[in-house]
T-cell receptor
């Protein structure tokens, strides 16, 4: 069984740029959730995708967007990067929507200069 | 909207000491409850979860947690910690009618001295 993988591991961008982060869900999982974990804080929910459609969104502006593909892998896109976007971005996969356990990937560390 | 509070931000214990980490949530409806652990350099891993039934749940590595509905609490316990338990611990809540969204607490950083 393959776990959740994310790429890249680290990324450095400058303010105003755009970034795309990628996630491959655990085998058999059809739901992907994205979280932002700022330094010293707990993860915060960004949004969730179920069967290629957004199914819930946290308190993040529209410049945070995403996609889920037919193989259930997912992308997180962030436009017009701001310094406060510097964080660890976590992807989690699960099977379905009824509160099933989410399995997390190692994260992508984004630094915005 | 739900929220989660973890009152202990940093805890330092000696090996063999007992551990209890507090977690309180605010939400009026039915919830699923989780404890995740993040060991240094590793990704978040599930320690244990509560969905329904016996409010005392046992997880991996000797951890357990008790759901007390009247107190909106889900405290994590371990009778005797080891140096390898040094990690950051996160409590998380999922409201049953909110899809699969997790709301996390701020985390508790545990250091166990050998």
């Amino acid at each position: 069984e393959t776990g959740v993988t994310q790429s890249p591991t680290h990324l450095i961008k400058t303010r105003g740029q755009q970034v795309t982060l990628r996630c491959s869900s655990q085998s058999g999982h059809n739901t992907v959730s994205w979280y932002q974990q700022a330094l010293g804080q707990g993860p915060q929910f960004i949004f969730q995708y179920y069967r290629e459609e957004e199914n819930g969104r946290g308190n993040f502006p529209p410049r945070f967007s995403g996609l889920q593909f037919p193989n259930y892998s997912s992308e997180l896109n962030v436009n017009a990067l701001e310094l406060d976007d510097s964080a660890l971005y976590l992807c989690a996969s699960s099977l379905g929507l009824a509160g099933e356990t989410q399995y997390f990937g190692p994260g992508t560390r984004l630094t915005v200069l | 909207a739900q929220s989660v509070s973890q009152h202990n931000h940093h805890v330092i214990l000696s090996e063999a000491a007992s551990l209890e980490l507090g977690c309180n949530y605010s939400y009026g409806g039915t919830v699923n409850l989780f404890w995740y652990v993040q060991y240094p350099g590793q990704h978040l891993q599930l320690l244990l979860k509560y969905f329904s039934g016996d409010p005392l749940v046992k997880g991996i590595k000797g951890f357990e947690a008790e759901f007390i509905k009247s107190k909106f609490s889900f405290n994590l316990r371990k009778p005797s910690v080891q140096w390898s338990d040094t990690a950051e611990y996160f409590c998380a809540v999922n409201a049953r009618n909110a899809g699969n969204m997790l709301t996390f607490g701020g985390g508790t950083r545990l250091m166990v001295k050998p």
